[in-house]
C-alpha cells in the first residue's frame, strides 16, 4: 500500500500537467507529443525531485504538510515547463513529410518514421553539401567573372550533379537542354550527363501489371513482349495485342522505385537550390531556384500517367480541326491508370531517322510539324512541349506525323499568346518595338523599367543578327534572356518552357531540313493565320451570327443598366457621398494577420516584462538581509516561470506558422 499512493500521486500530477501544458501550448496541438513530452518529463523531473529531496528523508502521504510544500510546487512547476519545452523540441526538429503529388505535408507519419526520415534527409542533404564544396562549387561559383572561370563553374556543377546521383542527374539533363538560358560552355558539360537505366527485371514486370492492371495480363491481352520497346528513368515501354480488339498497342510502365526516390531527394533537391542560390549572385539573376521548382513540377506530372493521358486527350481534341496530318496516339482508358498507360502503337520512324523516299519533302514535313505547333500555341494554347526527335514520328506510308510522350505540356494564357506572336513578327521584322511589346506580355509586371532603354539593349541583339543568311535560334532566345535578366525582368514559367520549345523544336527541325528557318516560316503561318481570322466570319456566317448573340446576351443586361447606374452616381455626387475609401482592415486575411500579429507582440512583452521585473527582484533579494528576503525570491521565480512559459508557447506557435507557409 504504501507504493500505490506516491504512483497515484505522480498519475494526478502527470494528467494535471498533460492538461495544463495543452492549455498553454495553445490550439492544434499533436495528442502523440503531448503524451510523450509529458511523460519524458515526469520520469525526468520525478527522478530529480527523489534523488535531491526525498532520498534519506523519512516522508510521510498520509498528511498534507508533508505532501504539499515548496520542494514540490517547484517539482510540479519544472515538470510542467519541462514538459511543454520538450514538446517545443518535437515541433522544431519534427521534419515535413512530402506528398509526391502535391510536395505538401501530408502528416500522415508518424513520428518514429518522421525522426527517422528527418536523419535520412539531414544524411543525404549534408552528402550532397560535401560534395558540392569538394567539387570546389561554392569557391567557383563566388568568383566566377570570366570564360575560364565559366569553363570551372560549368564542370563543377556537372560533376556535382553527377556524383550526387538520382534526381540530380535528371535534373542536369533537363538543364542541358535550356539553351536558351545557358552559354553553350554549360549545355556542352552538361550534355555528359548520362543516366545508366537498368531495365525492370520480369518480376518487377509482371509484380506491376498484376498489381496495377485492371485485369489479369491474360485476360486483356493475348501477347505481351517482356523485353521493352524503351527504358528511362520515369518508366518502360512494352510492345502488346490486345486480345478483345486484337488492336497492337504500348504499354508504358511506371518505375516501381520512382516515387520513393522523388519523395527522398526533390525536398533535398530544392534545399540544394536555395543553398547555392544564396551563395552565388550568377545563381540568383539565373533563377536556378525557380529552374528546381519547375523541374520539381514536372517531375510530379510526368509520374502521374493519368495526367499524361489527359494531356494527350486536350492536345487531340485542339487538332481535330485542324488541315494538318498530325496524329496523337489513342489511349485506351479502360486499361490505364496513374502507373499504367496503354495507347496505340504507333507506325513509322523518329524524324531523326528518316528515310531517303519519304513521299514528300523534307522541307514540308518540317513545316507541317512547325505549323502544328504554332497551331496549338497560338490558337488553342496547349501544346506538346518535348519536341526532340524521339518524340515525333513519320509515317512514309501514310505521310502522318506522330506527336509522342506527353508528360509535359506547356499552356499560355491567351495574353501570352499574343505576345508570342509578337515575338516572332519582331525578330523575323527585326523590329525593336514590336518585340519589345511582345516581351512585356510575357514577363511579370515592374513599372520601374524604361522602354527607351531596353528597346535599345532588344535592338543592338536585333543588330547582330541582321544581314546574316542563317542563326541559331538558341543563341537569339539566349541572348533575349540575358537582356531580360540584366533589367531585373522575369519570364513567366509558362512562358519560359513555351520559349525552351521553340528552341528544341528548332534542333528537331534541321535535323530535317537543315536550311530551315523557323521565323521566316512563322511569318509564312502568321500570314495566312491572319487571312484565315478575317475570312472566318464571311466563311463561317451561322457560326459568327450564334457567337454574336451570344455575346449579346452577357451584354445587353448590363447596358440596361447603365442609365440607372449613371443617374444614381450623379445624384451621390450631388449629395457628396462619393468618398474614396481604403481600409486595409476591409480585408480579412489582413486583419487577422494585423490581431494575430499584436495578440502575440503583447505576449511577448507581457513576457519580456516578466522577466525583467524578476531579475530586478532577484538583484533586489540579495542586498536585503530580512525575512522579507525570502518573499522577492518566491516572487522573482515564479515571474522567470511565467516568463518561459510565454516564451515557449510563442515558439511553439512560430514554428507552426513557418511549416504552415511552408
Known amino acids: ?81 519541462i514538459s511543454m519545452l520538450i514538446y517545443l523540441l518535437f515541433e522544431l526538429f519534427d521534419p515535413i513529410a512530402f506528398d509526391e ?20 534527409h539531414q544524411k543525404r542533404l549534408r552528402n550532397v553539401v560535401k560534395i558540392a564544396v569538394t567539387n570546389g562549387i561554392t569557391r567557383t561559383v563566388k568568383y566566377a567573372r570570366n570564360r575560364d572561370s565559366d569553363r570551372e563553374l560549368a564542370i563543377a556543377l556537372r560533376e556535382t550533379l553527377e556524383q550526387c546521383g538520382g534526381i540530380f542527374i535528371k535534373f542536369g539533363q533537363v538543364l542541358s537542354t535550356r539553351k536558351e538560358l545557358f552559354s553553350p560552355i554549360f549545355i556542352e558539360e552538361l550534355e555528359k550527363l548520362q543516366q545508366n537505366v537498368t531495365t525492370l527485371s520480369e518480376k518487377q514486370v509482371h509484380d506491376i501489371l498484376k498489381q496495377y492492371l485492371r485485369g489479369e495480363v491474360d485476360e486483356v491481352f493475348s501477347y505481351f513482349n517482356i523485353t521493352p520497346v524503351a527504358a528511362a528513368s520515369i518508366g518502360q515501354v512494352h510492345k502488346a495485342v490486345l486480345r478483345k480488339t486484337n488492336e497492337q498497342v504500348v504499354v508504358k510502365l511506371l518505375r516501381p522505385d520512382v516515387k520513393d526516390i522523388m519523395r527522398e531527394d526533390l ?61 496523337i496516339p489513342k489511349v485506351y482508358d479502360e486499361y490505364s491508370n496513374e502507373n499504367i498507360l496503354v495507347m496505340d502503337l504507333v507506325p513509322g520512324v523518329s524524324v531523326g531517322n528518316l528515310p531517303q523516299e519519304t513521299g514528300m519533302s523534307r522541307h514540308d514535313i518540317a513545316e507541317n510539324i512547325l505549323f502544328s505547333y504554332l497551331e496549338q500555341a497560338l490558337v488553342s494554347g496547349i501544346f506538346h512541349a518535348d519536341p526532340h526527335p524521339g518524340n515525333i514520328y513519320y509515317d512514309v506510308t501514310s505521310k502522318e506525323i506522330t506527336l509522342l510522350d506527353f508528360g509535359a505540356v506547356c499552356r499560355l494564357s491567351s495574353s501570352q499568346q499574343e505576345g508570342l506572336k509578337f515575338f516572332f513578327i519582331g525578330i523575323q521584322q527585326s523590329d525593336s518595338s514590336i518585340l519589345y511589346d511582345g516581351i512585356s506580355l510575357l514577363v511579370k509586371k515592374r513599372t520601374d523599367i524604361d522602354r527607351g532603354e531596353l528597346e535599345h539593349a532588344i535592338s543592338q541583339i536585333l543588330l547582330k543578327i541582321s544581314y ?54 512563322a511569318k509564312v503561318y502568321s500570314s495566312s493565320f491572319l487571312k484565315f481570322t478575317l475570312k472566318k466570319p464571311f466563311k463561317e456566317p451561322f457560326a459568327t451570327k450564334d457567337r454574336l448573340e451570344e455575346e449579346l446576351a452577357l451584354i445587353l443586361p448590363n447596358l440596361r ?25 476591409s480585408d480579412k486575411n489582413n486583419t487577422k494577420f494585423i490581431t494575430q500579429l499584436f495578440s502575440r507582440f503583447v505576449l511577448l512583452f507581457v513576457g519580456i516584462t516578466f522577466g525583467v521585473i524578476s531579475v530586478a527582484l532577484l538583484a533586489i533579494s540579495q542586498v ?21 512559459i510565454l516564451l515557449v508557447r510563442l515558439s511553439i506557435q512560430a514554428i507552426r506558422d513557418m511549416k504552415r507557409n511552408e
Open 101 to 120: 503529388k502535391s510536395g505538401r505535408h501530408n502528416g500522415k507519419k508518424s513520428f518514429f518514421k518522421k525522426l527517422i526520415g528527418y536523419w535520412r
Open 1 to 81: 500500500m504504501t507504493i500505490i499512493k506516491p504512483i497515484l500521486l505522480i498519475v494526478l500530477v502527470a494528467v494535471f500537467t498533460f492538461f495544463i501544458s495543452g492549455r498553454l501550448i495553445g490550439a492544434n496541438v499533436n495528442l502523440f507529443k503531448r503524451v510523450f513530452s509529458v511523460i519524458i518529463s515526469v520520469c525526468f523531473t520525478t527522478f530529480i525531485y527523489w534523488y535531491t529531496y526525498l532520498k534519506g528523508t523519512v516522508y510521510s502521504f498520509d498528511n498534507v504538510e508533508s505532501v504539499v510544500n515548496v520542494a514540490t510546487l517547484l517539482w510540479i512547476g519544472s515538470m510542467l515547463l
Open 267 to 327: 525536398s533535398i533537391l530544392m534545399e540544394f537550390a536555395n543553398w547555392i542560390t544564396g551563395k552565388s549572385q550568377w545563381a540568383e539573376s539565373l533563377g536556378f531556384r525557380d529552374l528546381a521548382e519547375g523541374f520539381a513540377a514536372s517531375l510530379r506530372e510526368e509520374i502521374d500517367f493519368n495526367i499524361e493521358a489527359r494531356n494527350m486527350t486536350q492536345i487531340c481534341n485542339v487538332l481535330k480541326k485542324s488541315k494538318l496530318s498530325v496524329n
Open 561 to 585: 443598366k447603365i442609365p440607372r447606374r449613371v443617374d444614381q452616381l450623379f445624384k451621390k455626387v450631388e449629395d457628396g457621398k462619393v468618398i474614396l475609401h481604403h481600409d486595409i482592415f
Open 468 to 521: 546574316v543568311d542563317r542563326i541559331r535560334t538558341d543563341e537569339i532566345v539566349y541572348s533575349i534572356f540575358s537582356v531580360i535578366r540584366d533589367f531585373g525582368l522575369q519570364f513567366y514559367p509558362s512562358v519560359s518552357l513555351a520559349l525552351r520549345v521553340i528552341v528544341t523544336l528548332d534542333g528537331t527541325l534541321r535535323i530535317i531540313d537543315r536550311d530551315f528557318n523557323i521565323f521566316e516560316e
Open 624 to 644: 536585503i538581509h530580512t525575512a522579507y528576503a525570502i518573499y522577492l525570491n518566491i516572487a522573482a521565480y515564479f515571474g522567470l516561470f511565467l516568463c518561459a
